[in-house]
C-alpha cells in the first residue's frame, strides 16, 4: 500500500515511539523496528531517534506518534510527552513536524506542548483508521497483539468505533488489553495451571514471560542473541523450559519439554480466552458480534486464533502482514501514521503554518 506522490506529499517518514521499541516506516514502504527500552535510558532517546531517521531515505516531514510517555521514568503522562517532544525535536531539526493526537488530527508541536494529553498513547488510532478501509464486511473487529498489549477495535462501516480514547477509558471498555505476546509475565495470566495434570499454583515471580509459551508452542523462533527475556538468557528453547519451570518451583532435572509444552498450551487458553471475552464485550457495546477480522502485530499468530473465535466461520480474516506487506505489517503505527501524513498534509504547507490541523 503505496499513497500517490504528490507535491509536498510524499516526503514523510513516520515515528511511533514506544516504550519498549522504536517503529518507523518512510512512505516509500521502508520500515525498521528498534528494540530500545526508554524508561532505562530515557537520556538516550534522541540520539536512538535520530540514528533510526538517518537509516531511512530523506525526508523532510516527520509525522510523530507515541505511547513511551507512560513509563515510569517520568513522573507524569504530561511530562513523557514533552520529553519525547523534546527527544524528536533535538535528534530531527529542521523538518517539519506532525504530532497525531487522539482526537484523529495532526497537530504543531506547540500546539501538543499547550495540550499534551492529545498526543498521549495515540497510535492505535492511526492504525485503526487506516486498517478499517480493508474491510468490506460490517460489522467487524482489528486485532492488533503486539509485545506487550493487545488492541481491540470495533470497525462499523468502515470506521473506527471504539469508545475509549484514552488508555484508562480503553482499558475500562475492553478496547486495550495489557497482554501481549512477549513481555506479560506469566503470574499475571493465571495464579495456577496444570502440571501433570494437577491444577499447581504459580510463583508471583518474573520468573517468565509469553514470550516463553510461544518459544516453547513454536509461534515464536528461537533467537540465542536476544536476553530481552525474564532472567536474562537467550531466547532458546532450552532457557524457555527453565523459566517455565521455575514458575512450579521446579527445574529441569524434573520439568521435561512435555512438562513445559502442557503449561504452555494451558497458559495460551488462558490468555486466549480472556482476550476473546475483551473482544466480546468491546464490539457488543458498539456494533455487535464482529462479521470479519483484521490481524496484525508481531502476535498476529495469536490475533488469528482469536479471530476464528469471535467471528463466523464463513467470515474473512484480513491479515496486515498479507496486505501491508511485512514491513507495513512490522512497522504498524508508523506506516499508518506516515500514510496518513501523506495523504492529508503537504510538508511545506504544516512547516509554514499557513494550514491549520486538520484531519
Not at 506518534?65 to 514533552?82: F, H, K, Q, S
Not at 468490506?136 to 480514547?165: F, K, M, N, Q, Y
Not at 523450559?241 to 521446579?250: Q, S
Request: with cysteine; glycine share 8%.
Amino acid at each position: 500500500m503505496k499513497t500517490e506522490s504528490l507535491p509536498g506529499r510524499g516526503d514523510w517518514i513516520g515515528l511511533d515511539i514506544g516504550g519498549a521499541n522504536i517503529k518507523a516506516a518512510h512512505i516509500n514502504g521502508m520500515a525498521k523496528v528498534v528494540p530500545f527500552e526508554v524508561w532505562k535510558r530515557p537520556d538516550e532517546l534522541s540520539d536512538v531517534i535520530r540514528s533510526i531517521a538517518a537509516s531511512l531515505p530523506a525526508s523532510r516531514g516527520v509525522a510523530l506518534t507515541m505511547t513511551a510517555e507512560l513509563c515510569d521514568c517520568y513522573p507524569t503522562r504530561r511530562v513523557g510527552v514533552g520529553a519525547v517532544l523534546d527527544a524528536s525535536v533535538r535528534a530531527l531539526p529542521g523538518r517539519a513536524m506532525a504530532i497525531w493526537g487522539v482526537d484523529g488530527l495532526f497537530h504543531r508541536v506547540e500546539a501538543i506542548r499547550e495540550e499534551p494529553m492529545l498526543a498521549a498513547a495515540a497510535n492505535w488510532l492511526a492504525l485503526a483508521k487506516l486498517a478499517a478501509r480493508l474491510v468490506a464486511e460490517d460489522p467487524a473487529i482489528l486485532i492488533d497483539i503486539g509485545s506487550t498489549t493487545t488492541d481491540l477495535i470495533p470497525i462499523a462501516r468502515g470506521e473506527v468505533a471504539a469508545r475509549g480514547r484514552t488508555d484508562t477509558e480503553r482499558l475500562q471498555t475492553g478496547e486495550l488489553v495489557y497482554a501481549g505476546v512477549r513481555r506479560t509475565p506469566l503470574h499475571a495470566l493465571a495464579t495456577r495451571l496444570p502440571h501433570r495434570g494437577v491444577p499447581t499454583g504459580l510463583a508471583a515471580e518474573l520468573f517468565a514471560s509469553t514470550l516463553d509459551l510461544y518459544l516453547i508452542l513454536g509461534d515464536i523462533p528461537s533467537e540465542p542473541t536476544d536476553i530481552s527475556t525474564a532472567d536474562g538468557r537467550p531466547a532458546t528453547l532450552a532457557a524457555a523450559r527453565d523459566r517455565l519451570a521455575r514458575m512450579i518451583g521446579a527445574d529441569r532435572e524434573g520439568f521435561s519439554m512435555e512438562d513445559a509444552r502442557e503449561l504452555a498450551r494451558a497458559a495460551d487458553r488462558v490468555l486466549t480466552n480472556r482476550l476473546v471475552e475483551e473482544a466480546q464485550r468491546a464490539c457488543l457495546a458498539t456494533v455487535g458480534p464482529p462479521q470479519a477480522a483484521i490481524v496484525a502485530g508481531s502476535g498476529e499468530f495469536l490475533a488469528a486464533r482469536v479471530a476464528r473465535e469471535l467471528i463466523p466461520p464463513s467470515g474473512p480474516i484480513i491479515s496486515l502482514n498479507d496486505a501491508w506487506g511485512p514491513a507495513g505489517s512490522a512497522s504498524g503505527c508508523a506506516f499508518a501514521v506516515v500514510q496518513l501524513a501523506a495523504e492529508q498534509l503537504d510538508v511545506d504547507a504544516f512547516r509554514s503554518g499557513s494550514v491549520e490541523d486538520r484531519p
